[in-house]
């Protein structure tokens, strides 16, 4: 079977807006989408694939091919190129060395279910109908289900049980070449695209590979580390509330995975709840190493990146990991004095929004 990992998610509410974004046009251009050049072709020519009535709008960095006159693109054009600055912003911060595309990074909304599944059958070769989208790393392109329409909306809207195929998708063999993208089942908005896009840039900057199998905290981690909801402070360092309140409520019960296994997982379990714990536990974990260890960070995704596109199993992973960070068990004990710290924060963050005098004015 062909090489291919498919990052899923469901879609289906309107694209969010960022306010506060810079260095781009607020209406992006608008064209045909058989115009658009290289970059909407890669390894397939896209004007065999979609509707003629498809347009493209460019910006900087990226090409939204979309049904036309549909209002959410401004609003996804500024977002996206947003993440970019920020992304680039933080792993260059990191002292990562990154690479950039030389050719514009494509999304292709379909205003239809049925438009979007025979894409995905076409391209992938594989039957995607029970998502509403997925990041493709053997296409390089984002492909989603989305509309202006409510009527449309609705019918595309994915139900509880697409949420957990989702989870299930998780436990197939790496060969079938699917991994999750979120078992959350959430409407597609700001965080959910920054999500992606996340993936999207990770694979394009040399931070990750495309053909190699990554584990886990790895991929989601870092996603999931750029999830963020319009506010022009969102950074690894204010955090993520949604993920972290999931990760200490895991680490106050007890329900953690031990990063002896944790390190080396690829896969999530089929229930929904417990697939939420292992995303909120790659996020913060990806945050604890990126913060706290961002030079063996570095070695260690500089290794993978020599890996030939293969399926690798649970202990060559455990040994690729502690070689680069060493033995699980020690960095256990520097695990848990970070989780500790972000709960004594967290708990002081809440103490301190319920004092009577909270949000008031200082006396003059």
């Given at each position: 079977?062909?090489q291919s990992?498919?990052?899923?998610?469901?879609?289906?509410?309107?694209?969010?807006?960022?306010a506060?974004?810079?260095?781009?046009?607020p209406?992006?251009?608008?064209?045909?989408?058989?115009?658009?050049?290289?970059?909407?072709?890669n390894?397939t020519?896209?004007?065999?694939?979609?509707?003629?009535?498809?347009?493209?709008?460019?910006?900087?960095?990226?090409?939204l091919?979309h049904?036309?006159?549909?209002?959410?693109?401004?609003?996804?054009?500024r977002?996206l190129?947003?993440?970019?600055?920020?992304?680039?912003?933080?792993?260059s911060?990191a002292?990562?060395?990154?690479s950039r595309?030389?050719?514009?990074?494509?999304?292709?909304?379909?205003?239809?279910?049925?438009?979007?599944?025979?894409?995905?059958?076409?391209?992938?070769?594989m039957?995607?109908s029970?998502?509403?989208?997925?990041?493709?790393?053997?296409?390089?392109?984002v492909?989603?289900?989305?509309t202006d329409?409510?009527?449309?909306?609705?019918?595309?809207?994915?139900?509880s049980?697409?949420?957990?195929?989702?989870?299930?998708?998780?436990?197939?063999s790496p060969?079938?070449?699917?991994?999750?993208?979120?078992?959350?089942?959430?409407?597609?908005?700001?965080?959910?695209?920054?999500?992606?896009?996340?993936?999207?840039?990770?694979f394009?900057?040399?931070?990750?590979?495309?053909?190699?199998?990554?584990?886990?905290?790895?991929?989601?981690?870092?996603?999931?580390?750029?999830?963020?909801d319009?506010?022009?402070?969102?950074?690894?360092?204010?955090?993520?509330t949604?993920?972290?309140n999931?990760?200490l409520?895991?680490?106050?019960a007890?329900?953690?995975v031990?990063?002896?296994?944790f390190?080396?997982?690829?896969?999530?379990?089929?229930?929904?709840?417990?697939?939420?714990?292992?995303?909120?536990?790659?996020w913060?974990?990806?945050q604890?190493?990126?913060?706290?260890?961002?030079?063996?960070?570095r070695?260690?995704?500089?290794?993978?990146?020599?890996?030939?596109?293969?399926?690798r199993?649970?202990n060559?992973?455990?040994t690729?990991?502690?070689?680069?960070f060493?033995?699980?068990?020690?960095?256990?004990?520097?695990?848990?004095?970070?989780l500790?710290?972000?709960?004594?924060q967290?708990l002081?963050?809440?103490?301190?929004a319920?004092?009577?005098?909270?949000?008031?004015?200082?006396?003059?």
């Amino acid at each position: 079977m062909r090489q291919s990992v498919l990052f899923l998610f469901t879609a289906a509410g309107a694209l969010g807006v960022c306010a506060s974004c810079r260095c781009f046009e607020p209406r992006p251009p608008v064209q045909k989408a058989s115009s658009v050049g290289s970059e909407s072709a890669n390894s397939t020519a896209l004007g065999s694939l979609l509707d003629a009535s498809f347009e493209a709008a460019a910006t900087e960095h990226f090409v939204l091919l979309h049904e036309p006159g549909a209002g959410y693109v401004a609003g996804a054009c500024r977002t996206l190129e947003y993440a970019y600055g920020h992304f680039y912003e933080v792993f260059s911060r990191a002292g990562f060395d990154l690479s950039r595309s030389k050719d514009r990074l494509v999304w292709i909304c379909f205003p239809r279910k049925s438009s979007f599944s025979k894409y995905a059958l076409q391209v992938e070769g594989m039957d995607l109908s029970w998502l509403d989208g997925y990041y493709s790393t053997l296409t390089n392109r984002v492909a989603i289900v989305q509309t202006d329409q409510m009527r449309r909306r609705e019918e595309a809207a994915p139900s509880s049980r697409s949420a957990v195929r989702v989870a299930v998708a998780a436990n197939r063999s790496p060969r079938d070449g699917v991994l999750p993208m979120s078992v959350t089942g959430q409407r597609f908005d700001v965080t959910r695209l920054t999500h992606e896009v996340a993936h999207q840039l990770s694979f394009n900057s040399g931070i990750q590979k495309r053909g190699v199998m990554y584990p886990l905290w790895v991929s989601e981690g870092l996603a999931t580390n750029f999830e963020f909801d319009g506010s022009v402070d969102a950074d690894l360092d204010h955090g993520n509330t949604a993920r972290c309140n999931g990760l200490l409520a895991a680490y106050a019960a007890g329900e953690l995975v031990p990063l002896r296994q944790f390190v080396a997982q690829t896969t999530v379990p089929p229930e929904t709840h417990v697939g939420r714990r292992y995303y909120a536990q790659a996020w913060g974990f990806f945050q604890f190493i990126l913060t706290e260890r961002p030079e063996n960070l570095r070695r260690y995704l500089h290794r993978l990146a020599q890996e030939r596109p293969d399926r690798r199993d649970a202990n060559t992973m455990l040994t690729e990991f502690t070689e680069a960070f060493g033995s699980p068990e020690t960095l256990e004990l520097s695990w848990n004095t970070f989780l500790s710290h972000q709960a004594q924060q967290a708990l002081a963050g809440r103490s301190a929004a319920m004092r009577p005098d909270a949000g008031l004015a200082p006396m003059p």
